[in-house]
């Protein structure tokens, strides 16, 4: 079959209910590209794309420190990293920098000085680093999402610290994140309705996903589109809708969840029940759901900038999902107050960090498997990974935790591990704004301040 060539912005269109019409983006196929997949074919250079994964209450760092650095088989993933074995060879692992900044306050400093160079006081003073990557990663295009979607798990944060917030355009102005997987998802299909006259309706029924399928709304256009691709580009449509439809099957098994029976009155559904998947839980289906939409999103060009808040800062959630107590995170296990006594809560703490770093993986893993050009969309994004200090217990700076994840098309390496002892944190935001075609010329303030970066991390 012959290769057909289609506009990049491709969409599939159809009518779903009360004359109102939805729109379903497409991966990019290869029809989009050159004959490299290198480019459009139109000779626009793919899209890069930035996120910002973060989870609370910091390491262990004699935990997550690898044993050795190096490239490839040089190295290999402590205890904490083990989970994120299938793609290691994306990642990179930067031990030994520090927060310069003063700790003026705990869960708060440290991650405003990781997250934008400078220190917080009411709030932070300057934009996030997702923020700053926005309008390079959307050069010459206008996402429906230009400033990025943004999503949380976790909403029991400890007083002091950044709560629930780690996206900032500046000074009082954050980027809250979306906890309902089910409201993501019904604004990522939905937002292009038209009415049938052309008008711009007061918006779709909130109810209209579930009263009829919006695949059943495009099959026609679907099955139209499909019969003029190529062999590969049909199996990746296939693949992608098929995707599309597991995610909405998804959401209605997390809607049906129900608390268990109980006799208990008054109680807080995420720490009696911290399986049922309610907004606020920590669970891993939960992660799987936005992670689902977060990549969908990436693959469609809906946005090229994401925050994905697992755990927020300080976060006193239950990790009971990972098989610890129904205690608080922030206390029992970081701080190690558990009742059990302190070795219990280490344990307990190495337990949590690696089901952080598992659910990191899922999200990384799935960028993975989808195909973008060449290569796929890790290839071609930026992922930082950072937490809210160091040590747990103490609240150190040093030895911060910061990873890496991708190779934003080509100009970040992968499968690393340095160990850069007492160097500034802020080298590595500047470092990826650098690769990311930055023209900025320092990073952060006062002691945050760096005007170089770390050209190890670069291809």
Known sequence: MSRAVLPRRTVLRGMIAAGVSVAVPLPRLQGMLNGNGTAYAGGALLPKRFGTWFFGNGILPPHWIPAA?????????????????????????????????????PHKAHPAAALTGFNSAADVQAPSIDQLMAPLVNAGATPPYPTGIHVGI???????????????????????????????????????????????PAGPDPELARRKRVLDAVKDAAASLRARLGKDDQIRLDQHLTGVDQIETQIATLQ????????????????????????????????????????????????????YMFSCAACHGSYADAGLANATFHEDYGHRKLPAGEPGATEGFK???????????????RMKNVPDGAGNLLDNSCVYVTSCTSESKSHSGLDYPILVAGKAGGTLKGDQHLRIVGDNVSKVPFTLLTAMGSKLTSFGNAEGMVTTGIPGLLA
């Open 154 to 200: 976790s909403n029991t944060s400890g007083a002091g610290a950044l709560d629930l917030r780690i996206s900032f355009r500046g000074p009082g102005a954050s980027n809250p994140p979306e906890y309902d997987p089910a409201n993501l998802f019904k604004t990522l299909l939905m937002y292009s309705g038209q009415s049938s006259g052309g008008a711009t």
């Open 256 to 307: 049906a969840m129900k608390p268990v029976a109980t006799n208990a009155t008054l109680v807080d559904p995420s720490k009696a029940y911290p399986n049922m998947g309610a907004v606020g839980s920590i669970t891993a289906l939960r992660c799987k759901a936005m992670s689902d939409l977060i990549v969908f999103a990436l693959a469609t060009d809906l946005t090229r900038v994401f925050s």
């Open 351 to 365: 337990t949590g960090v690696v089901y952080a770093m598992t659910n990191l993986n899922d999200t990384l893993v």
């Open 69 to 105: 650095t190096g490239v490839g088989s040089a190295w290999t993933l402590s205890p904490a990293l083990q989970p994120l074995l299938e793609v290691k060879p994306w990642l990179q692992v930067v031990t030994g920098l520090a927060i310069k900044l003063p700790n003026i306050s």
